[in-house]
């Protein structure tokens, strides 16, 4: 696509980073309404498939999926222009918070601004659940995959169940597939330099702080690991960096943990942009610059894993899905994917409470977004505005 093509693409980017609350099932339904639905970068199906993938792979899930689309519409230098689009200024906003949490404690904005946010997130939600669903659901085994991917998750909230049902759901399909040779061979031709640079900057930076007592290289060892370690959205990752930072090495206060993760629940963009405020935090006492310093360390460290996997997966994706095996195994995937959205809707749902107006603003989000109307970031302004006023 020529540059013009790119600045529109990276405008509908940023339009999804300013209407993106509430954790990857949510980002899912504003991809859907303004990639899919609105733009037709891709089909629904399309968007199954990316969600699965990136379900299973470590990460950041909708950062590596918004990338994944990216790599799709321009190759890899739109993926990395998206990846900056995306995360840039939810971590620039994170890190100065780190320079004035006292003051945001004190003011409690997340609290009384954003009341109306869960179920407006919850409305994204089930229209992406609604719009996916349609399409991967095609006869009653892919019904009941999605059915069990929803209750599974529903009862088992841990991070290992959500990688572990999507194989299920993948094996379950292979298994009842009449086709024959489901295993034909394909070129690949896989870029190994990321999969090289991933290992490296995992053994690098922990043999560095090893042997360097240095906070920043410390810091972005520690980030790069929960990058890695880590399948699913930012609420995954928090319990891990609370035991090190807070705990462990009392980088920062319980307090000054939770006004940080408070607010980042507020704000549009990956929840994984905390790592620039945490990392902000922990790097306190040696300057502004130093400071700065370790923000980025937080913000890059935990991004990167994410995104020099995706840089490795995707290229061979589309070539992986001429094995039939893999395209029929497909169809299982995205069938689960959309029941793990399915249970997260149930989840936030309750999370915020069966109250008279939660209800309202969750049924005019999804009126809103199945009729057109208003683009996702007005819907999120008006939410806003409902909770100050209210």
Request: aromatic content about 12%.
């Amino acid at each position: 696509m020529d540059k013009v093509a790119w600045m529109t693409f990276l405008k509908d980017v940023f339009i999804c980073s300013l209407g993106s609350y509430g954790g990857p099932e949510a980002h899912y339904g504003v991809f859907a309404d303004q990639l899919v639905e609105k733009k037709k970068y891709l089909t629904e199906e399309e968007l199954g498939e990316l969600i699965g993938l990136t379900g299973i792979l470590p990460g950041p899930s909708s950062t590596q999926t918004i990338v994944a689309i990216g790599h799709k519409v321009g190759g890899q230098m739109l993926a990395l222009l998206t990846m900056l689009v995306w995360s840039l200024p939810v971590l620039i906003f994170m890190t100065l918070l780190s320079f004035s949490s006292e003051f945001f404690s004190k003011i409690n904005i997340s609290k009384d601004v954003f009341r109306y946010i869960g179920p407006m997130a919850v409305g994204f939600i089930i229209v992406a659940a609604y719009r996916i669903g349609r399409k991967v659901v095609r006869n009653k085994l892919t019904f009941l995959m999605l059915l069990m991917g929803a209750v599974t998750t529903y009862f088992i909230r841990e991070p290992w169940i959500f990688p572990l049902v999507l194989i299920i759901g993948g094996l379950i399909s292979i298994m009842t597939s009449e086709e024959k040779d489901l295993w034909n061979r394909v070129k690949l031709n896989p870029p190994w330099r990321y999969l090289i640079a991933f290992a490296i900057f995992a053994m690098g930076s922990l043999l560095l702080s090893l042997v360097w007592d240095n906070r920043i290289i410390d810091l972005f060892e520690k980030f790069y690991r929960y990058g890695y370690l880590v399948i699913g959205g930012g609420q995954v990752v928090v319990p891990l960096m609370y035991s090190e930072m807070v705990e462990l090495n009392q980088f920062m206060t319980n307090e000054e943990f939770l006004t940080g993760f408070g607010l980042v629940q507020g704000l549009p963009g990956p929840m994984f942009s905390f790592s620039a405020y945490a990392g902000g935090m922990a790097a306190r006492g040696n300057g502004v610059v130093y400071q700065i310093l370790g923000a980025m360390a937080g913000g890059v460290g935990i991004f990167l894993p994410g995104l020099l996997l995706i840089f490795f997966v995707y290229p061979i994706w589309e070539n992986l899905k001429k094995i039939h095996g893999i395209k029929v195994s497909l169809s299982g995937i995205t069938a689960v994917a959309s029941g793990l959205i399915t249970s997260a809707a149930i989840v936030l749902m309750q999370k915020n409470g069966f109250t008279i107006d939660n209800i309202i603003v969750i049924l005019i989000t999804v009126l809103l977004l199945l009729s057109k109307k208003l683009p996702a970031p007005l819907i999120v302004l008006a939410v806003i505005i409902a909770g100050f006023l209210l």
